[in-house]
């Protein structure tokens, strides 16, 4: 389960950042979602520039870990749209594996592609849809457990 | 064999589309007239065969013979009538007329988005399909 | 570069391009009509353009008859029609004891695959197109219904119902002069 | 296989004979509740089924009686409006008798004047010179066969579509025509016929066709 | 094979479209246009990012156009396209001899005249997908004589 998720349009503005509910430092999680952003443009243009090696892996919109933390782990996703979707795990949390991971973005990325569908929705704007949110708040803590305190 | 001529109408009796392709003989009317009198014709044909007929139908008024020509009449479910005259040596074509509506008229007025229905039909591919698909007929014979 | 194939879901894919046309069609009467009524009335309109159309390619597709009671037309519409165009096969329900109005239960409507109503549109009919359809389609086999969503999973109902009822049978009209 | 019936009309379109031999008629009476499931709809006197079937009831199909008392026209023979009789609630359950639409003698006057000016036009819209009129019909249910001679009598056969001899049996019909009708003193021409003899004869060839194939 | 119905009632959906906004009072036919390529722009925007969404990673430029005018124009219109050229300087040319939603209406000259409304929506298709891939361009559709159909792609570089 994840404490933030956020979704960075192409342009690197947040489309939706959903935090854990009783989270108490919310900015701050506005700002490692930021922080992370660096690290994806970093990531992404060094998978560009390597064209000897053409793994798969390279390939795929997961980016894996993006950095460490003492408290959290950041992980990073990005669509061939560059949207950039972050989901922020607390490093307490050891039973998450990556594949785990991996699905929660796949989840995240098709119910994005639903959003820009709808014909409601005006591309570039923030995300409102409930369908969207329902989604996110699925993979979110529903609490904080009171053993971890949260500290940055 | 000759196809003589052909003639479409929509379900209200306009005349959607005609062409001759063999004719030796007028009718000595105008066209509307003569478009009329055809489609009443038929008309009159379709009730006279309901009222007479000792059983339970559906497709109705096939065609009809005369010494020196046939009529091969199809109305599709939503009531075009196609019209077509021939040599009487046309047998039953009841599944050529169906296709000339499903392949030609379908294809090429309906599926045609600057064809209105109902109105003459004016499109020229739909007039060279057409030719190809007539022309392309085993009973189909230039003879003039 | 390495050769890529991508191969798509054709069906699916064009299914999307309906439905995604559909969309910008209704997001631009939403533009030029204030109402939702009026709306409404709009899509019923187009749907009514498409029909007349549609049941042209539908009769020679399936080389079917005229239908001969309005049984048969719920079964045609539900596993032919809608089977064929939309790739749903709506459940056949409510029929009122006269056997001229029933209902078409669409547990699964492609057109609103992606849509979520704002709040200020709760009057829009978003699917109002089927109606418009439907009522085209059987007017050209000379049946007049009316056709209209009772309820809508969009709104929030659990089901999308699709209501036809039947008017009149109508008669060929005689060109002037004739008979 | 089977020959329906035997029509011939005069040159100016009159009915002068006419032979049912298929007296095959289609009736159903059935008990029906509230609401009926029907489509019924008035049309030139008679009250018909416009929509709807149900246990061989048919489009087209017409109200014989209600209850038991026969319909004449829109009205039961107690008068009573049929159309209103069957909407009424108060009336079910209600028996409904349904049939073909059989055509009177009226109708079939109508019917032989109708062909008649069918045939006329049909010569006039020929694509080719020197073209007879209507001389074959054909249907999904019945084929009709016409046959003019000289003097412009019309014969006309309707039988099912696959019955064969049709031809043998237009000829036979002119000459028992010629010999039973036209060699009659008492017969006047372009009057209805109306003697045994020739009843007999046009029915032993009706027989003799739908066995044999051959009217002779 | 016989064509899939729901290409049908896509393409009477088009035209209703088409037919209603040029039903619409105004005047200028640009604006007309450019209504229509502003949906298919929405549209193509979309498209785009379902039909990626299980690719794998676009490598470069070249990738997204071979993407574009190859897989998704024959996943849309159920053909290849006839012919596609480019100048290596942002110009691509794609060539269809036979576009779907004109060879029904016409072979030839007859309303070549209506042919701009029922091409607007697909370049706004093309210029939308590229758009959400991050290609900003111009695209436009030239006719000669239907159904054969040149598009064009300038890519905008800024």
Redesign the interface.
């Known amino acids: 389960m994840a404490v933030c998720i956020g979704v960075i349009a192409k342009e690197n503005y947040p489309l939706y950042i959903r935090c854990a509910p009783n989270v108490e430092n919310e900015v701050n999680f506005h700002f490692t979602v930021h922080t992370s952003l660096d690290v994806i443009e970093e990531k992404v243009a060094s998978l560009g520039k390597s064209t000897s090696i053409s793994t798969t892996d390279l390939r795929e919109f997961y980016l894996g870990q993006l950095y460490p933390s003492e408290d959290y782990r950041i992980y990073g996703y990005v669509t061939n749209t560059k949207v950039k979707f972050v989901i922020v795990v607390e490093a307490a949390n050891t039973q998450l594996r990556d594949n785990e991971v991996r699905s929660m973005f796949r989840r995240l990325h098709n119910a994005y592609t639903d959003v820009i569908c709808n014909p409601f929705h005006v591309p570039g704007d923030k995300i409102k849809s409930k369908s969207f949110d329902s989604v996110a708040s699925s993979m979110i803590v529903p609490e904080r457990k009171k053993e971890n305190p949260l500290v940055i | 064999m000759t196809i003589?001529?052909l003639h479409i109408y929509d379900?209200?009796?306009?005349s959607l589309f005609a062409k001759?392709w063999?004719?030796?003989?007028s009718?000595n009317?105008t066209k509307v007239e003569?478009q009329?009198?055809?489609?009443?014709?038929i008309?009159?044909?379709k009730?006279?065969?309901?009222?007479?007929?000792?059983?339970?139908?559906?497709?109705?008024?096939?065609?009809?013979?005369?010494?020196?020509?046939k009529?091969h009449f199809y109305e599709?479910?939503?009531?075009?009538k196609f019209i077509l005259?021939t040599?009487i040596f046309v047998g039953?074509i009841r599944e050529t007329m169906?296709k000339l509506?499903?392949?030609v008229?379908?294809?090429?007025v309906?599926?045609?988005?600057?064809c209105p229905?109902n109105e003459p039909i004016r499109?020229?591919?739909f007039e060279?399909k057409l030719e190809t698909f007539m022309t392309g007929l085993s009973f189909f014979e230039d003879s003039n | 570069m390495s050769k890529q194939t991508r191969a798509f879901d054709n069906k699916k894919l064009v299914g999307e391009l309906f439905t995604l046309t559909y969309g910008a069609l209704v997001s631009q009467l939403i533009k030029d009509y204030e109402k939702d009524e009026e709306v409404n009335k709009q899509l019923d309109k187009m749907g009514y353009n498409i029909g007349?159309?549609l049941?042209?390619?539908f009769?020679?597709?399936s080389?079917?008859?005229?239908c001969q009671d309005f049984r048969e037309t719920a079964d045609v519409l539900a596993k032919m029609a809608f089977k064929m165009y939309l790739n749903i096969t709506p459940t056949i329900a409510n029929w009122s004891p006269a056997n001229d109005e029933f209902s078409l239960m669409l547990d699964n409507n492609p057109l609103v695959e992606f849509v979520e109503l704002p709040e200020d549109r709760s009057k829009l009919n978003y699917s109002n197109v089927l109606c418009g359809a439907v009522r085209g389609a059987l007017e050209?086999?000379?049946l007049e219904v009316e056709a209209w969503f009772p309820r809508d999973s969009l709104k929030g109902d659990n089901v999308t119902e699709l209501r036809i009822k039947f008017i009149r049978k109508l008669t060929?009209?005689?060109?002037a002069?004739?008979? | 296989m089977t020959v329906?019936?035997i029509y011939i009309i005069n040159k100016a379109g009159g009915l002068i004979y006419q032979y049912d031999h298929?007296k095959?008629s289609?009736e159903m009476e059935k008990t029906f509740s509230y609401p009926l499931d029907l489509k019924l709809e008035a049309y030139s006197d008679q009250v018909s089924v416009v929509f709807g079937q149900r246990d061989g009831i048919?489009v087209?199909?017409v109200v014989l009686a209600v209850n038991g008392k026969q319909t004449n026209g829109r009205k039961l023979e107690d008068g009573n409006d049929v159309i209103e009789t069957i909407a009424n609630e108060k009336n079910y359950p209600i028996s409904i008798k349904f049939g073909?639409?059989k055509?009177t003698s009226n109708?079939k006057i109508m019917?032989a004047s109708?062909?008649h000016?069918?045939y006329a036009?049909?010569?006039?819209?020929?694509?080719?010179?020197?073209?007879?009129?209507?001389?074959?019909?054909?249907?999904?249910?019945?084929t009709?066969h016409c046959n003019q001679t000289a003097t412009g009598v019309k014969f006309v056969v309707?039988a099912e579509p696959r019955q064969v001899g049709i031809d043998s049996l237009l000829h036979r019909l002119y000459l028992i025509y010629s010999d039973f009708a036209l060699k009659n003193p008492f017969y006047s021409l372009e009057m209805p016929i109306r003697t045994e003899q020739f009843d007999s004869h046009v029915l032993s060839a009706i027989e003799s066709t739908e066995k044999t194939g051959s009217a002779a | 094979m016989q064509e899939d119905a729901t290409n049908?009632l896509f393409?009477?959906l088009h035209?209703e479209l088409?037919?209603y906004v040029y039903s619409n009072d105004i005047d200028m036919k640009s604006k007309q246009i450019s209504i229509l390529e502003s949906h298919g722009f929405r549209i193509g925007q979309s498209l785009a990012e379902q039909l990626t969404k299980d690719s794998s990673r676009f490598k470069d430029e070249l990738e997204i156009m071979k993407f574009v005018c190859r897989d998704f124009w024959s996943a849309m219109y159920q053909k290849q396209v006839d012919n596609l050229r480019t100048n290596h300087q942002g110009v691509y040319v794609l060539q269809d001899n036979c576009f779907k939603l004109l060879k029904?209406?016409?072979?030839?000259k007859?309303?070549l005249e209506?042919a701009p409304r029922?091409l607007a929506i697909p370049c706004g298709f093309v210029r939308g997908a590229l758009a959400n891939l991050g290609i900003n361009s111009i695209v436009t559709a030239e006719v000669i004589s239907m159904p054969a159909v040149k598009f064009q792609i300038m890519i905008q570089r800024v």
């Open positions: 003589h001529l379900r209200n009796g306009n001759e063999s004719r030796k003989k009718s009317l003569e009329k009198l055809l489609f009443g014709m008309h009159s044909i009730s006279f065969v309901t009222k007479m007929s000792p059983k339970d139908g559906k497709e109705g008024f096939i065609s009809y013979t005369t010494s020196r020509y009529i599709s479910p939503t009531g075009l005259l040599d039953n169906k509506y499903s392949s008229y379908v294809e090429f309906v599926r045609n988005p600057l229905l499109s020229s591919l060279t | 007349i159309r049941v042209e390619d009769m020679a597709r080389n079917m008859g005229k050209m086999l000379q060929d009209a005689l060109p002069g004739e008979d | 329906f019936s298929q095959s289609v048919q087209g199909h073909r639409p055509l109708q019917m109708m062909f000016s069918l036009i049909s010569v006039q819209l020929s694509p080719v010179h020197g073209s007879s009129g209507i001389q074959k019909l054909e249907t999904d249910t019945f009709l309707i | 049908v393409e009477l035209d088409i037919s029904r209406i016409s072979s030839g007859q309303y209506f029922f």
